[in-house]
């Protein structure tokens, strides 16, 4: 049965086989509907296997090897992308209608579905970055697919962004394999062997490499300006795509180094462990900031998704039970929170043409039930209880102040507090303006495409329910990871 842990792999194809398929959109939607349902039904059976079912794909080298491997942070993130990319797609069968060449949009979008789930399922240091390098060729033409001026710049920054932050990357895993025992095989609690004092600063070095250059996936500073550029010139689904879940290909690369390659014992209480917290915090108050001053909402949003992609790292950089599981609380439900805000600014492109935060006063009129789905979401992002994000944030609150650094302990959590007030105000502020505007003539609900109402709705329901279910994924975490902490 290992061979179904390369199931991703049928889905590259039929990604391949869509690009050149010249097919009426009906048929190609099916197709697209179809494959992400298998991705979703594969990951789910996945899970209840036992972990550590792997395969050897081929080996570059004696010790280098392409695997792949099954464990519980693998479950969850294949999982997490399949559903997501399912509801996507759904909102994309009508959002698509005002887009042309379909085939390679849907093209992109299975070819990176397929990239990320590999990435998902790597069993060593090589096959993780190839896979996060495959990640990135194939979702850069979802940035360009507009073809216009200003997305083929978009997306050209993107590229280089994540290359550069690749091949920073690529020091740690580089040191990672040479200093294992087992050729970089991940195993939690770390496999580094042969450490010496006159070694391990240079190991250091490499891991901090390995933490900036990975974080700039995720938006983190200083190679975080590549977001605000690619997410509002993309289409929307697309954007969902990127700010919810490609960008979390730099959280998983990080936390494989970390607690799957070279170990927590490295880094716990050096100057790595400390540079990197600063670089985090900058980027939270970075991002809260800046997103107040953004007039396009997906510009808004994509400055929001830098400061809350950087409480995921925030919670592993704390080298703690608790900030370990805030963070995973966190990737599940900034996934749904972002991903939702911007399938709702697709919406409001694809049937009002609106692009800026100012055109929305009324909205909650005219479209009242993605209205109160944006107005949900935003609660949800700022941390409102019983949303998973109440949760996430408070564990990784926790993790912060449990982390036994000196100044930022606490520091980390008034800065986690300053944050969610910057998010109410950049977010609840369109809310207000959408359902008490100050000129209420001519405003009347107008039909909402029920492809695209309905995603939303499942998407408000599950951030909901990561809160229901928190201390149930808290135990199983702790019960699984918390040994290699």
Same mark, same amino acid.
Request: net charge positive; hydrophobic share 55%; with cysteine.
């Given at each position: 049965?290992?061979?179904?842990?390369?199931?991703?792999?049928?889905?590259?194809?039929?990604?391949?086989?869509?690009?050149?398929?010249?097919?009426?959109?009906?048929?190609?939607?099916?197709?697209?509907?179809?494959?992400?349902?298998?991705?979703?039904?594969?990951?789910?059976?996945?899970?209840?296997?036992?972990?550590?079912?792997?395969?050897?794909?081929?080996?570059?080298?004696?010790?280098?090897?392409?695997?792949?491997?099954?464990?519980?942070?693998?479950?969850?993130?294949?999982?997490?992308?399949?559903?997501?990319?399912?509801?996507?797609?759904?909102?994309?069968?009508?959002?698509?209608?005002?887009?042309?060449?379909?085939?390679?949009?849907?093209?992109?979008?299975?070819?990176?579905?397929?990239?990320?789930?590999?990435?998902?399922?790597?069993?060593?240091?090589?096959?993780?970055?190839?896979?996060?390098?495959?990640?990135?060729?194939?979702?850069?033409?979802?940035?360009?697919?507009?073809?216009?001026?200003?997305?083929?710049?978009?997306?050209?920054?993107?590229?280089?962004?994540?290359?550069?932050?690749?091949?920073?990357?690529?020091?740690?895993?580089?040191?990672?394999?040479?200093?294992?025992?087992?050729? %970089?095989?991940? =195993?939690?609690? *770390? @496999?580094? &062997?042969?450490?010496?004092?006159?070694?391990?600063?240079? +190991?250091? !070095?490499? #891991?901090?490499?390995?933490?900036?250059?990975?974080?700039?996936?995720?938006?983190?500073?200083?190679?975080?300006?590549?977001?605000?550029?690619?997410?509002?010139?993309?289409?929307?689904?697309?954007?969902?795509?990127?700010?919810?879940?490609?960008?979390?290909?730099?959280?998983?690369?990080?936390?494989?180094?970390?607690?799957?390659?070279? %170990?927590?014992? =490295?880094?716990? *209480? @050096?100057? &790595?462990?400390?540079?990197?917290?600063?670089?985090?915090? +900058?980027? !939270?108050? #970075?991002?809260?900031?800046?997103?107040?001053?953004?007039?396009?909402?997906?510009?808004?949003?994509?400055?929001?998704?830098?400061?809350?992609?950087?409480?995921?790292?925030?919670?592993?950089?704390?080298?703690?039970?608790?900030?370990?599981?805030?963070?995973?609380?966190?990737?599940?439900?900034?996934?749904?929170?972002?991903?939702?805000?911007?399938?709702?600014?697709?919406?409001?492109?694809?049937?009002?043409?609106?692009?800026?935060?100012?055109?929305?006063?009324?909205?909650?009129?005219?479209?009242?039930?993605?209205?109160?789905?944006?107005?949900?979401?935003?609660?949800?992002?700022?941390?409102?209880?019983?949303?998973?994000?109440?949760?996430?944030?408070?564990?990784?609150?926790?993790?912060?102040?449990?982390?036994?650094?000196?100044?930022?302990?606490?520091?980390?959590?008034?800065?986690?507090?300053?944050?969610?007030?910057?998010?109410?105000?950049?977010?609840?502020?369109?809310?207000?303006?959408?359902?008490?505007?100050?000129?209420?003539?001519?405003?009347?609900?107008?039909?909402?495409?029920?492809?695209?109402?309905?995603?939303?709705?499942?998407?408000?329901?599950?951030?909901?329910?990561?809160?229901?279910?928190?201390?149930?994924?808290?135990?199983?975490?702790?019960?699984?990871?918390?040994?290699?902490?």
């Amino acid at each position: 049965m290992n061979i179904l842990v390369l199931f991703p792999l049928v889905i590259v194809v039929l990604g391949i086989v869509l690009y050149f398929l010249k097919s009426k959109k009906k048929v190609l939607d099916i197709l697209l509907i179809i494959t992400t349902s298998i991705s979703l039904i594969f990951s789910l059976i996945l899970c209840f296997f036992d972990n550590n079912l792997k395969i050897e794909l081929f080996r570059i080298t004696t010790e280098l090897i392409v695997l792949f491997k099954l464990d519980l942070i693998s479950k969850i993130f294949i999982v997490l992308f399949s559903f997501i990319w399912l509801l996507v797609s759904i909102f994309s069968l009508k959002y698509m209608d005002k887009e042309e060449n379909v085939n390679k949009f849907y093209s992109y979008t299975l070819l990176t579905l397929g990239c990320i789930v590999l990435l998902s399922l790597s069993g060593n240091l090589i096959t993780m970055y190839l896979m996060f390098e495959m990640v990135t060729l194939a979702s850069m033409p979802l940035v360009m697919h507009s073809k216009t001026k200003e997305s083929k710049k978009a997306a050209l920054k993107y590229l280089f962004y994540s290359l550069g932050g690749a091949f920073l990357g690529l020091i740690s895993v580089v040191i990672g394999i040479l200093y294992s025992s087992n050729g %970089g095989e991940f =195993i939690l609690g *770390g @496999s580094l &062997v042969a450490l010496s004092s006159s070694n391990k600063i240079a +190991i250091q !070095i490499a #891991l901090l490499c390995g933490l900036i250059g990975f974080g700039a996936k995720c938006g983190a500073f200083p190679l975080q300006s590549w977001l605000p550029s690619a997410h509002p010139v993309a289409p929307s689904p697309a954007s969902s795509l990127l700010s919810g879940v490609i960008t979390k290909a730099g959280v998983i690369a990080i936390i494989r180094i970390i607690f799957y390659s070279f %170990g927590t014992s =490295i880094i716990a *209480g @050096s100057f &790595v462990q400390y540079t990197w917290e600063v670089l985090l915090l +900058i980027t !939270i108050l #970075l991002g809260s900031s800046l997103a107040l001053f953004q007039k396009n909402i997906k510009r808004r949003l994509a400055y929001s998704s830098i400061s809350q992609l950087s409480y995921i790292l925030l919670g592993i950089s704390s080298l703690t039970e608790e900030g370990f599981c805030g963070s995973i609380l966190h990737v599940l439900s900034h996934a749904f929170i972002k991903v939702g805000l911007f399938l709702i600014a697709g919406f409001l492109i694809y049937q009002y043409d609106i692009h800026n935060v100012d055109e929305m006063e009324g909205m909650g009129k005219k479209a009242p039930i993605s209205m109160w789905c944006f107005t949900l979401f935003s609660l949800a992002l700022v941390g409102v209880p019983p949303f998973g994000s109440f949760f996430s944030k408070w564990y990784i609150a926790l993790g912060s102040i449990n982390s036994g650094l000196n100044f930022f302990n606490y520091f980390g959590a008034v800065v986690l507090l300053i944050s969610a007030i910057l998010t109410a105000c950049y977010l609840l502020s369109i809310s207000i303006k959408a359902f008490f505007p100050k000129n209420k003539e001519g405003l009347k609900r107008e039909k909402e495409p029920l492809l695209m109402v309905i995603p939303l709705i499942i998407l408000v329901s599950s951030v909901f329910l990561v809160g229901i279910f928190s201390s149930y994924l808290v135990d199983l975490l702790i019960s699984v990871i918390g040994g290699g902490l």
